[in-house]
């Protein structure tokens, strides 16, 4: 139980930190953004390395509205592989800027918000997304099924660099 609220600690100190510090990265979020189309199970294709989802694979993210228009967010996945110890952790999010729905916050501990930033997003179909905060730390690739298509991932790798990532850096997640 203690190891498990540490790990809550550090987890919202690590989104609260990303939160405050400035960078040259261009964070644009998308125009157009429906939050009820983007709802739903979201699989982690890839994304930067950082201590809470070290080693997970099989990770997903299940977004649903709550009465008091907040978002409930459950991230979920397997540790070191899928015969590992399965792990969910559930959060909340809210809209950071009323004028600007793609910016969001989301905490998984007390008050402890970091910045998710819908950077790009299948307009059609809502298929796939580009997740990044306000730092160079945190990057995420999301897809609505356990693959995404070749042209896709190229097309979000291309869009990540142009906005100034690393895109050398991003762990590619294993799924089922």
């Given at each position: 139980?203690?190891?498990?609220?540490?790990?809550?600690?550090?987890?919202?100190?690590?989104?609260?930190?990303?939160?405050?510090?400035?960078?040259?990265?261009?964070?644009?979020?998308?125009?157009?953004?429906?939050?009820?189309?983007?709802?739903?199970?979201?699989?982690?294709?890839?994304?930067?390395?950082?201590?809470?989802?070290?080693?997970?694979?099989?990770?997903?993210?299940?977004?649903?509205?709550?009465?008091?228009?907040?978002?409930?967010?459950?991230?979920?996945?397997?540790?070191?592989?899928?015969?590992?110890?399965?792990?969910?952790?559930?959060?909340?999010?809210?809209?950071?800027?009323?004028?600007?729905?793609?910016?969001?916050?989301?905490?998984f501990f007390l008050?402890?918000?970091?910045?998710?930033?819908?950077?790009?997003?299948?307009?059609?179909?809502?298929?796939?997304?580009?997740?990044?905060?306000?730092?160079?730390?945190?990057?995420?690739i999301l897809s609505?099924?356990?693959?995404?298509?070749?042209?896709d991932k190229e097309?979000?790798?291309?869009?990540?660099?142009?906005?100034?990532?690393?895109?050398?850096?991003?762990?590619?997640?294993?799924?089922?």
């Open positions: 139980m203690k190891r498990n609220v540490l790990t809550l600690i550090l987890v919202a100190l690590g989104f609260s930190s990303c939160a405050q510090k400035e960078t040259n990265l261009d964070l644009t979020t998308v125009k157009e953004f429906d939050i009820n189309r983007y709802l739903g199970k979201w699989y982690e294709i890839g994304r930067y390395d950082h201590s809470f989802e070290r080693g997970m694979v099989g990770t997903t993210a299940m977004y649903s509205l709550k009465e008091d228009g907040t978002i409930k967010v459950v991230n979920s996945g397997y540790k070191n592989s899928f015969e590992g110890k399965y792990k969910e952790v559930i959060g909340k999010a809210k809209f950071a800027d009323k004028n600007n729905p793609a910016k969001l916050k989301v905490s008050w402890f918000y970091g910045a998710y930033n819908i950077l790009e997003l299948d307009k059609e179909n809502y298929s796939y997304a580009l997740i990044g905060s306000n730092s160079d730390k945190y990057l995420w609505r099924t356990p693959k995404l298509k070749d042209e097309f979000l790798l291309k869009r990540a660099q142009e906005r100034g990532y690393d895109t050398s850096k991003i762990i590619w997640v294993e799924q089922k």
